[in-house]
């Protein structure tokens, strides 16, 4: 029997306005939370261990969240015997048994589980309730319900069969288990490094950041809650390098699913590398990195457009999403009044406790961040080719805040407009109106091609950028800021040092979690031997 699952659709997104039940809601989740203990997740079960590592509200690094187990060697052996032990009986459940899990999943969080999980986000990791439930919320809902559509018809293109022979793909699962490596910055992104290969017929070992704990534990309580059956998908905390290295030393280690930074991934693919005489097979390693994302202006554009773009893409979740901007080219003609409007906004912006809801921005997210960001801030200050136009206070009393700082810079190799630096600094070059050629070449010099944004209304002038900046950015936004990629709508990935541009929310990545089969059945073999040549 054929059967289908449902068409997926993108999850609304509440409003919180006042008055409104989500706002009721996710505010007495967040009164109703209370310092925890965390434990591994091995064979679905919660391990606790003695060594625990406190967690703390970035916007108030006094207030302590709780304490989460760490995972040492024994641990972490009994996690990957796990994946091991489940292997067989979950690669044999069909398709649509293993995504009647997900999409249970996805029900569950678009209604009671919706708040617990936007609240964890919004104390851990310091987002906005805005932020918070474009990710935690909707974002995560629609990897779960497209993923499950993308994986129903990925074996549709069967091959051709002539009279007497039938010939089909079937789909398997890798041979070996996945290694999932997660950010801190998206809980959706988390969720999905795991999910997606289990969805596919995988078990997986789950590292998620330590500065994302109480996010990934509720996510475990969800896959626990939707079914998901003991050892599929196993979650250890703990020293990354111990981790990392059973992980990539262990025979059946079949695929990386990992989302960080480039100097981390080069790290691990070299690792991978070594280790390839000990593998019983040739691992997939799907890796999303850093980002160094640009928007672009032509003089035709529109100055207001561009200002609302720049303090979006470059400034909301502090700046720390893999596509935020954070390099603008502006031709000399829109400056003025581009700035003008930018700095009418950020005048209007606060930063604090994200659950003070009227705030647009939160804390970074812990204090090296703070120390890698705000020493950025302080040295382009003390750099004659770099001018303050807006921001550049770093307080970190209470929580690790930095303030949205927009900076001009009169060289497009100076660092500010090369490097990645993952939080709220967005470094401006404005060039003159008849150099745009020149500005293109710049643009297109990056090492990363994560997301980039061009601006115009002049249709020739959008043709050339488009030609000129093919290979610039995998996500490429038209009149809109580089951000807010949605699952089914935009496909993420990029390429060059921003990753293998496998495109999470499509069904491109799935396609890395499977192995195929080829199965040709004769169905009145053949009993003689001689050739008509022979004759």
Wanted: charged content about 20%; hydrophobic content about 40%; glycine content about 8%.
């Amino acid at each position: 029997m054929t059967t289908r699952p449902p068409v997926p659709r993108n999850e609304p997104v509440l409003s919180y306005g006042p008055g409104t039940p989500e706002r009721g809601e996710l505010l007495s989740a967040l009164a109703a939370h209370q310092p925890e203990e965390l434990p591994l997740w091995i064979g679905g079960e919660p391990v606790h261990t003695g060594d625990r590592q406190p967690f703390y509200a970035p916007h108030d690094h006094r207030r302590k969240l709780g304490e989460a187990s760490l995972a040492s060697a024994a641990e972490i052996a009994r996690a990957l015997e796990a994946t091991t032990e489940a292997r067989a009986s979950w690669a044999a459940r069909s398709q649509a048994e293993r995504s009647r899990v997900f999409l249970r999943a996805a029900e569950l969080l678009s209604g009671p589980f919706r708040q617990r999980l936007n609240a964890a986000t919004l104390l851990n990791q310091s987002k906005t309730i805005q932020q918070a439930e474009i990710d935690a919320a909707c974002e995560l809902c629609d990897f779960f319900r497209f993923n499950v559509s993308f994986a129903d018809g990925l074996m549709e293109s069967q091959p051709y069969s002539p009279p007497g022979v039938w010939n089909r793909l079937e789909a398997r699962p890798l041979d070996g288990f996945v290694y999932a490596i997660t950010p801190f910055n998206f809980t959706s992104i988390a969720a999905n490094l795991p999910a997606a290969p289990a969805l596919m017929g995988n078990t997986v070992l789950w590292k998620p950041s330590p500065s994302a704990m109480l996010s990934a534990h509720r996510v475990m309580e969800l896959f626990t809650l939707a079914g998901l059956p003991p050892g599929v998908i196993n979650l250890v905390n703990g020293d990354a390098a111990a981790i990392t290295q059973q992980a990539l030393t262990h025979r059946d280690f079949a695929g990386l699913h990992y989302t960080g930074s480039t100097t981390v991934f080069r790290s691990l693919w070299g690792q991978i590398a070594a280790e390839l005489p000990r593998y019983r097979s040739y691992p997939r390693l799907v890796g999303e990195t850093g980002g160094k994302d640009f928007i672009l202006a032509h003089p035709s554009a529109d100055p207001q457009a561009l200002a609302a773009a720049i303090v979006l893409g470059g400034f909301e979740y502090q700046g720390q999403k893999c596509s935020a901007a954070s390099r603008v080219y502006l031709p000399r003609s829109l400056w003025t009044a581009t700035r003008e409007r930018a700095l009418e906004i950020l005048r209007e912006v606060t930063l604090g406790d994200p659950a003070d809801l009227r705030h647009f921005m939160g804390a970074v997210i812990h204090e090296g961040a703070f120390e890698r960001i705000s020493g950025a801030i302080s040295r382009g200050l003390s750099d004659p080719r770099v001018t303050l136009v807006a921001g550049g206070g770093c307080h970190r009393e209470v929580g690790w805040f930095i303030e949205p700082t927009l900076l001009l810079v009169d060289d497009p190799s100076h660092a500010l407009m090369t490097e990645e630096l993952f939080g709220p600094v967005v470094s401006v070059l404005v060039y003159d109106d008849d150099r745009f050629e020149q500005v293109l070449r710049w643009v297109d010099q990056s090492d990363y091609a994560l997301t980039g944004a061009v601006f115009a209304r002049d249709a020739s002038a959008l043709a050339q950028m488009d030609r000129a900046l093919r290979f610039a950015a995998g996500n490429y936004y038209v009149n809109d800021k580089p951000t807010g990629a949605v699952v089914g709508q935009q496909p993420f990935g990029g390429g060059r040092l921003s990753g293998t541009n496998d495109k999470a929310g499509s069904p491109h990545n799935l396609t890395r979690w499977m192995s195929l089969r080829t199965v040709k059945e004769t169905f009145v073999p053949r009993t003689g031997w001689r050739y008509p040549h022979q004759d």
